[in-house]
């Protein structure tokens, strides 16, 4: 009895056969993502000033701060300390983004962070600068 | 089985494994990817199935612990984590738990675009699962078609808060960022043609027999079933109880864009797509009205790290129904306890009942109807009432099996 109406979606099917093809060719072209896709962390070294106030925001854990070295207030010595970045672990949120108050932080739209070697995700990149 | 059988299986009380001369089968629940394993055994009489039991707990995370140990704001992208497809729901759910203990009201504008998410992830939800009903009934063409649809609505949601999935948008006092500048074109376009989209699939569930025959019938649920059981969401509006969070509890913005809640009254899966079909229809119609009236002004406000002392309790309408959300504040920058109720917790009884009385063949298509999350089909074990014979199906032999069971008989 059903056997009749079978045939309901043909149209559509025939329709989709002539429609262009949804399948991105993304290995091989470079894939668009969205203008505020949330991707790897990147930090501006000459901006950041060592606050930690990153670290005390990351849901993830990601952020740990290094010392780099001391720096002389009145006759105190104080810690010259950097943020180093597991991107690893990173959940992109982008909270320490919203959080930092120089603009040092940002998400870039790269996604391709399948790596053969962890450390290769490690960022030390604010470490490089040493007042 | 006869009376007297069934009669004895009940006093033993312990349940099927029991029954089952071979005792209990050591089974491995756990499946890595999957996010929300459970485990039916199913007692049959021949095809039928007499006797459903369901066990869940697979999947013990310890995330309520681990938010006792995160900061208030930490914590929105923990439980957000909890489920990958009412993400936001999770959210808000929490975030406006906290609002209500520290009593900040949230701008108009950020209520606003909450609910405009909240309905986009409602769509995306509710055409997820029409494509899987499609696919676990052999109709993958259907599958298809709704998640090239679907990739639209997410591709939407990627372009307002940056992620397709977890889209951490809200935060504690409104929404981390304002819409793009010409979301409102694109969003009307997209709206539109989900809307004629949804003409066409509402048509289509309708009379294509493919759908027709795996679905009218099939996991009916009465409504005296449905009041004993307590089923949320969808489920319980097919049963014709008319019950939504949103317009018994309005949060966010639903008191001005009031939504129409749906029923019906067959209880089945046919009436449970058309049911969500319509859903899909009316937030895209709540989307637009939002757009339409979206105030200006302020989108957050700054929320301070400590919350004053004080239990808070909320409830949102997820896609699959009522999200229930407990937070304690002992007056500290971390909250003493979260308690979280998800909507499948509240459906999975309702499963089981919907289960009986049909075939083996029909299992795939009622569990996906009450929209579980993908996980709980994949691990099926079967007790053969009269034998006692035990064993098992996995997910895809279990399609299958249903497609081949129901092929000629449309």
Redesign the interface.
């Known amino acids: 009895m059903?056997?009749r109406?079978?045939g309901?979606?043909f149209g559509?099917?025939l329709r989709?056969v002539w429609a262009r093809p949804?399948t991105v060719k993304y290995p091989f072209e470079p894939a668009k993502?969205?203008?505020?896709?949330?991707g790897k962390l990147d930090i501006d070294p000459a901006k950041c000033t060592g606050c930690g106030v990153c670290k005390n925001?990351?849901?993830?854990g990601v952020i740990e701060m290094v010392k780099i070295g001391t720096r002389k207030v009145g006759d105190r010595e104080i810690e010259n300390r950097r943020p180093v970045f597991d991107l690893y672990t990173c959940?992109?949120?982008?909270?320490c983004v919203?959080d930092c108050r120089f603009g040092a932080l940002k998400?870039t739209g790269d996604f391709e962070l399948a790596v053969f070697d962890k450390e290769s995700l490690v960022m030390k990149k604010a470490l490089k600068i040493v007042e | 089985m006869s009376e007297e059988q069934d009669r004895e299986l009940r006093k033993t009380g312990a349940g099927l494994m029991e029954y089952s001369p071979e005792g209990i089968m050591p089974f491995g629940p756990v499946h890595p990817s999957l996010k929300e394993p459970e485990y039916f055994s199913l007692l049959l009489e021949g095809e039928k199935i007499v006797d459903v039991q369901a066990r869940i707990g697979y999947v013990h995370r310890g995330i309520e612990r681990a938010g006792q140990d995160n900061t208030w704001i930490k914590n929105i992208y923990l439980f957000e984590r909890v489920c990958g497809i009412c993400s936001f729901a999770h959210s808000i759910a929490y975030s406006q738990a906290v609002e209500a203990l520290s009593g900040f009201v949230v701008p108009k504008r950020g209520r606003y675009i909450r609910t405009i998410i909240a309905e986009l992830e409602r769509i995306h939800s509710h055409l997820l699962w029409l494509g899987l009903v499609g696919h676990w009934t052999g109709f993958d063409t259907l599958f298809m078609w709704i998640w090239k649809d679907r990739e639209r609505v997410l591709d939407l949601i990627e372009a307002i808060t940056g992620n397709r999935v977890h889209k951490s948008y809200s935060t504690l006092g409104g929404v981390r960022r304002d819409l793009p500048d010409g979301i409102a074109e694109s969003m009307k376009k997209e709206m539109e043609f989900i809307q004629k989209r949804v003409d066409y699939y509402s048509e289509l569930v309708r009379t294509e027999q493919t759908i027709v025959v795996r679905t009218r019938g099939v996991g009916r649920l009465s409504q005296d079933a449905a009041r004993r059981l307590c089923p949320v969401g969808p489920l319980l509006r097919s049963t014709g109880i008319s019950r939504d969070v949103r317009v018994e509890d309005p949060y966010a913005a639903y008191d001005e864009i009031v939504p129409e809640v749906k029923t019906s009254n067959e209880g089945d899966i046919a009436s449970l797509l058309k049911l969500r079909l319509d859903e899909v229809a009316d937030s895209c119609r709540m989307i637009l009205e939002a757009m339409a009236k979206l105030p200006e002004g302020g989108y957050k406000i700054a929320f301070p790290r400590v919350v004053p002392r004080g239990d808070s309790v909320f409830h949102v309408e997820a896609p699959r129904g009522e999200l229930f959300y407990f937070v304690r504040s002992a007056g500290s920058i971390k909250p003493s306890r979260v308690k979280i109720r998800t909507p499948t917790m509240a459906n999975i009884l309702a499963a089981t009942e919907m289960l009986k009385g049909h075939t083996l063949a029909d299992v795939p298509v009622v569990l996906t109807g009450m929209d579980p999350c993908f996980g709980c089909m994949d691990r099926l074990s079967v007790v053969e009432a009269g034998s006692g014979r035990e064993w098992m199906m996995n997910g895809e032999q279990l399609r299958t099996f249903g497609i081949e069971y129901y092929s000629g008989k449309g």
């Open positions: 059903g056997r109406r079978v309901k979606a559509e099917m989709m949804v993502v969205a203008g505020r896709f949330r925001s990351c849901p993830a959940i992109s949120c982008g909270q919203d998400l």
